[in-house]
C-alpha cells in the first residue's frame, strides 16, 4: 500500500502533504528534521492519510491536494473536524 498524508505543524497554521509507502518511518523523518520543507515547522502531527494501492495513484493524488481544489476538498472533507478541535 502507499499513503498521502497530511500533516499539520503544532506552531502554527500550516499544513503539508505527502506520499510515502510508510507513514511512520516518514512521519518521524519529518519531526527529526530530515525534511528541508517541514524542518522550520515542527514538531508535526499527522492529521490523516489516505491508503491507495500504488505509487502512481498516491503521487497523483499528492499533486491533486496541493492544489487549489485539492485544498478546498481536504479542508472541507478530511481535515474538517480539526476547525472545530
Do not use: C
Not at 39 to 65: D, H, Q
Amino acid at each position: 500500500m502507499w499513503y498521502v498524508y497530511i500533516l499539520k505543524s503544532k506552531r502554527q497554521d500550516w499544513y503539508y502533504v505527502g506520499s510515502t509507502d510508510n507513514v511512520k518511518k516518514r512521519f518521524s523523518e519529518h519531526n527529526r528534521g530530515e525534511n528541508q520543507s517541514t524542518e522550520a515547522y515542527a514538531p508535526l502531527e499527522l492529521s490523516a492519510y489516505v491508503a491507495v494501492k500504488t505509487e502512481e495513484i498516491a503521487r497523483e493524488l499528492e499533486k491533486y491536494f496541493k492544489t487549489g481544489s485539492g485544498k478546498a476538498v481536504l479542508k472541507k472533507r478530511i481535515l474538517s473536524d480539526e476547525a472545530s478541535a
